[in-house]
Structure formats: C-alpha cells, structure tokens
C-alpha cells in the first residue's frame, strides 16, 4: 500500500460543514470547475429561491397534511407510520397492477422513481450529477425578483460519512447496534474506503450503485429489518442519505443527467437524515449558515478551490443580473426543456417560452 493510500478511516470524515458562494460571474465558475475537475465532484439540485432548503416531496407532504385526525393523540401511530404503511401499500399496488418492474433486481426503487417521475410524494430527492442541468432548474423559473441557488452536496464526503455511520443522533441504548453493515442484520455490504477516492471510475460507480440499491430494498417498507419490532407499528431507524440510481432510467433521467437521495428514515426529515450522516448538528449547520460572510469562498482563489474538496455542503447563490450570462452558458451547453424533457412537457414548455411574454431561459 502507497503512503497516500495509508487513510485513516477518522481522518476521512473530517470536514467542513458548509461553504457559500456568490455567483458574479458565471464563466469564471465554470472555468474554475474546469480546471480544477470540480464537476464530478458533486451532487447537484437547483433551487428557483435561495432560500428554499432541501427536502423530499414527502417532507412537504408531511407540512401539508400533517398528523392525520384521530392519530394526533395516539401513543402508537404518527403521521410517519400512516405515510410509511402508504408508502408500502402504493409500491404493493403498482407491483401488482403493473408488471413492468415486477421481475426486476430492484422493483421498490423502481415504482418510487416511476412515482416520483410523476409526481407522487416519496423519500426521494431529485438531484443531478451535471452542473449545468442544475443551473437550468435554478433560473428558468425564476422570476428574476429574487436570488436562485445551487446546492452542491460532495459525493466523496457524504458516501465515507454514510459508510462509517457516524451520525449525529443518539439511538436508543437497545437498538445502538443496529446500523449499516451490521451482522445481525445478514446484509452487510463490504466496501473497501479507499475505493472512495475513485467513485468517479464506471467500474466503482456500478459497484457502489449495485449495493446501496440492494440497501434500498431492504429498508423500503421493511424498516423492522434494521430496527426489530418493539410492539409499533412504526420503528425508528436512524438517519441517514444515500444515493440510488435506477437500472431502469426513465426518458427524463436518462436526459438530465439525474439519480436520487434517499432518506433512510422516515421519522426525520430530509435535512436531518442529511446533517445526521455528515456528522453534522442541526445547531451547527444552522450556525454555519448564519455566518455566511465567513463562510464565502472565492472560487478565484487556489487556497479556497482546495478547502471546496473537503466541504460537505456548497450553495451557489446566483443574482438576478447574472442570468443573462448564466442563459448563454445553458444555451452554448444546448440544455433546455426541449433537450431535459423528452415528451410533451418539454414541447409544451419550449412553446410557452417562446411564444408567451413571461421570465424564462
């Protein structure tokens, strides 16, 4: 073994929680990501306001909807129990209605990505592995009154985070030992760290994908396999993000580059399955957050290119004045929805563009 193969596995989680970035230029971004290879480095999503933080459509289900009536006083149910046995029956449902993905390797991932292609809540979270897709969903509807945003999630720092579960949040002392690769739970998938300094390389992407697909099975409406039953109909397991990419792609996936996040526990939310497998307190990320004059890097500067390796979570703040620019970037990467959406809504979209008097790239 190399002495730069010699990794300490607690050295490996050692990061910076979060960094910012303001967006003047949108030429000198994509030049520096170029030059310093910083493009395959992330998961990306845009977001049309900066504020908006990331969260799964079932996040925002449960905002909506709420406790369900009659269950808000109720010792044994919660809103999550009721979403999760609904999550469980609608997969039960679509398997045995359709037969498209019945004889697939992995048939609950592929019904939830067929759900969220169409809108449906699940723990899933859209995210893409090209910048430029990004920056597409970030501007284009946008209303140009307020500031759009990429969020950057680094791929190396969340998948060693996530392999050694090292989270944040404290079990119960009865279920301390029922986490990812445990034995009891006969399903322990064996990845070799070092192998994380080349999950960019198709051959590890596949390996990687392969296994946490077969994790995803086992957890999707199966969360008594982490967690035994205590007597509930609903169980706890602990936080944690991951990423899972489809074998069967979808038209729309296949065109924006896009995979999904999966929240493991249903009980947190998105943001907290996320901090809690970077090893991150929500008090601290907040933190972080709040002192973002601190927290700017300067994507100019060589010292700050390099702390971006390191960084769990980057937002790119983009103004309104910069759009024009970032249109030209989009359109010399000829991304737009005729080209991310290969159906009627991307021919519907294009039409409205063109043809109606409203703010669109």
Not at 174 to 180: E, V
Request: aromatic share 14%.
């Amino acid at each position: 073994m190399t002495k730069e193969n010699n990794v300490n596995p607690d050295d490996m989680v050692k990061q910076r929680t979060y960094a910012q970035y303001r967006v003047d230029n949108i030429f000198n971004l994509i030049e520096q990501f170029r030059t310093f290879q910083l493009c395959d480095m992330f998961f990306y999503r845009g977001h049309a306001d900066e504020k908006w933080t990331l969260e799964s459509s079932y996040d925002r289900y449960k905002k909506i909807k709420g406790p369900p009536p009659g269950v808000f006083f109720s010792k044994n149910y919660s809103c999550d129990s009721v979403l999760f046995q609904g999550e469980l029956a609608a997969i039960k449902y679509e398997l045995a209605t359709n037969d498209s993905f019945r004889n697939t390797r992995h048939p609950k991932i592929e019904v939830l990505s067929e759900m969220q292609h169409y809108g449906s809540s699940t723990r899933f979270l859209d995210v893409t592995e090209s910048l430029g897709v990004a920056l597409f969903f970030a501007i284009a509807e946008n209303s140009g009154k307020n500031n759009a945003a990429i969020w950057a999630i680094n791929k190396n720092v969340l998948l060693r985070n996530f392999i050694h579960a090292k989270n944040s949040f404290t079990p119960p002392s009865d279920k301390k030992d029922y986490c990812f690769f445990n034995p009891r739970t006969k399903k322990e998938f064996h990845i070799n760290e070092l192998h994380l300094y080349h999950i960019n390389s198709y051959e590890f992407e596949l390996d990687f994908n392969e296994q946490f697909c077969d994790y995803a099975e086992l957890i999707i409406g199966n969360n008594d396999v982490i967690n035994p039953s205590s007597g509930s109909l609903y169980c706890t397991v602990y936080p944690g993000v991951f990423p899972v990419r489809p074998t069967i792609f979808n038209e729309r996936l296949h065109a924006q580059n896009g995979l999904f996040l999966l929240q493991q526990s249903l009980e947190y939310s998105f943001m907290d399955n996320l901090l809690g497998t970077l090893n991150i307190s929500f008090s601290d990320f907040e933190k972080d957050v709040s002192l973002s004059d601190s927290n700017m890097i300067d994507i100019t500067n060589e010292t700050d290119i390099i702390r971006i390796f390191n960084t769990a979570l980057v937002k790119f703040i983009i103004p309104p004045d910069e759009f024009k620019n970032c249109e030209t970037v989009l359109k010399t990467m000829n991304v737009n929805y005729k080209t991310l959406f290969p159906d009627k809504y991307g021919i519907i979209k294009t039409a409205e563009k063109k043809y109606f008097p409203v703010f669109y790239f």
